[in-house]
């Protein structure tokens, strides 16, 4: 059971860099919380910088702050709480030099990091998943005071990726079809669903017959400031019975390499999971690939939750070659905090498949099976980036 809990883990970021060379043991001297508009606020002051661990854990559903070294000398006596879908605070050492607070929250409830990453105060916001929701269904699915006050929503951005073009003509079908044209087809049938939808707005990463090299679509993706990444292909195999299709996320290995990129290359310069990476100094290599680690450990997860999602529906009208969301090092998932998901529709080896494929009406048909995959997605799990 417990391996089971630790698998819910979701470690979103933790903060604070150890700076003072101090020998004294850090020590965390008080707790606030002060609520706001459909937010609760939580600083915790510390007399110099500690190394925290964020984390959010389910059944029941808490938040997790685990401090390096930290002696405790706050008291919860006088929190307020319960207060914003918080119920209470506890704390405890779990192992040696580890002070672990407890949050008991409601299951609405997810945080946000808000600290500068040189700051001995440590401020997090807690803020209910559903504050883009309209507020009635805020209000009643949390004990959330605050909630009351939710915002209008904010429009998802959905970057679909049409695979190969130009120069690369993908899988090729018996009769002559291309990949690159018939998921180009199908990717601006999804882009229309999406842009039909309100709150919602599609990018194409290309939306012709030209050809985009890989990285460059996952720039796209970080440019348009993205919540959801998908790709759409269409398979080839030499086994000519293979049909029906199937969902990718980030396989573990592939993400690792990818980290290890972002620390070599100039794109670490931005805004990571609520971090702004440029505050990290050089000294803070290990730091900053924790961080990455964290973030891309935390969007393989929703990847797989968005994968399970679009295979339902696209089950029922395409069939599936795998009935699982399958893992593997593709280049254009390795977005470290944006949800990615490839699509393989069908099999152009397969004859009838390949004709299937070619139908606009079919190419429609999948289309909105995958639109309705994101949308149930989005609506389970709203994107935490406000
Ligand atoms: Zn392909």
Redesign the pocket.
Known sequence: MRILLRTFIVPLIFMCLPWSLSAAQPVLQSIRFTPGDNVLHLEARLNQPAIVHIFRLQHPTRIVLDFDGVRMKASLKKTGLPLGGVYGMRYGYPQKGVLRLVLDVDKTIRFQHRSSIKSAELRLDLLPFAAHLPAAAAVSSTKNPAAKTAEPPRTMVVVIDP??GGHDP??RGLAGTR?KDI?LAIAKKLANEINQAPGMKAVLTRAGDYFVPLRGRLHRARKDRGDLFISI???SWFDHDATGASAYTLSRHGATSEAARWLAGRENDSELAGVNLRELGDQSAVLRSVLIDLAQTATIQDSVHLGSAVLQPLGSVAGLHYRHVEQAPFMVLKSPDIPSVLI?TGFLSNVKEELRLRDPAYQTALARAIFSGVSAYLKKYPPARV
């Open positions: 695979g190969h993908g899988a990949e998921v292909h269409a398979d393989e």
